[in-house]
C-alpha cells in the first residue's frame, strides 16, 4: 500500500510536469495508432483508388493491354509502395521527403493516364472525374506530408548514439 505522503508526493510530481507528460502520453497515442505504412489515411486512400483503377482498367481493350493498362496500373500502384518505402526511412527527414516526392510524381503520372484512359474512350467522363478527384486528395495529403514532415520523422534517442 502506498503511504498517504508518497500520493501526495506522485501527484505534485504530476502537477509540475503535466504539460510535459500530457504531451508524451498524446506522442504515445498517435505512435500506437500508426504503427505501419497501412495505418495512414493517405496509404489507405491510395490503395482503394489503385484497387479502383484497377477494376476500371478490366474493361480496357485487349489492345491496351502492354501500355495504358499496365502504365495506370503501374503508377497507381507505386504511390503505395513509395509510402511504404518513406514510412521506413522515417528515421532520416531528407530520405522520406525523397520517397514521399516520387509518391506524389507517381500519383501525378496516374493522373495523366487516367486522362489518356478518358481522351482514349476508355472511360467515361464521370468515372475519370471521379478518379482524378480521388488523385487530387491523395497528393494534397501527400504535400502537407512533404511540407510538414516534422510529425512523421523517428527522433533520434540517446541510446542511439
Known amino acids: 500500500m502506498f503511504q498517504k505522503s508518497e500520493i501526495s508526493e506522485s501527484q505534485d510530481w504530476l502537477d509540475r510536469h503535466e504539460p510535459t507528460w500530457h504531451l508524451m502520453l498524446q506522442s504515445f497515442e498517435i505512435i500506437m495508432q500508426i504503427r505501419s505504412a ?10 482503394a483508388l489503385a484497387m479502383d483503377i484497377f477494376k476500371v482498367s478490366k474493361r480496357f481493350p485487349a489492345e491496351e493491354k502492354y ?3 499496365d502504365q ?5 500502384r507505386s504511390v503505395c509502395t513509395n509510402l511504404r518505402e518513406a514510412w521506413a526511412k522515417r528515421r532520416y527527414e531528407a530520405h522520406f521527403v525523397s520517397k514521399l516526392t516520387d509518391a506524389d510524381g507517381e500519383n501525378g503520372e496516374t493522373k495523366t ?12 467522363k464521370p468515372e475519370q472525374a471521379k478518379l482524378v478527384e480521388k488523385c487530387h486528395e491523395i497528393g494534397a495529403m501527400l504535400g502537407k506530408m512533404i511540407n510538414d514532415p516534422s510529425s512523421f520523422i523517428l527522433k ?3 541510446l542511439d548514439r
Open 38 to 47: 497501412k495505418d495512414l489515411i493517405v496509404y489507405q486512400k491510395a490503395y
Open 156 to 158: 533520434s534517442s540517446s
Open 72 to 76: 495506370i496500373r503501374r503508377s497507381s
Open 113 to 124: 493516364w487516367l486522362d489518356f484512359a478518358y481522351d482514349c474512350g476508355c472511360l467515361l
Open 67 to 69: 501500355s495504358l493498362i
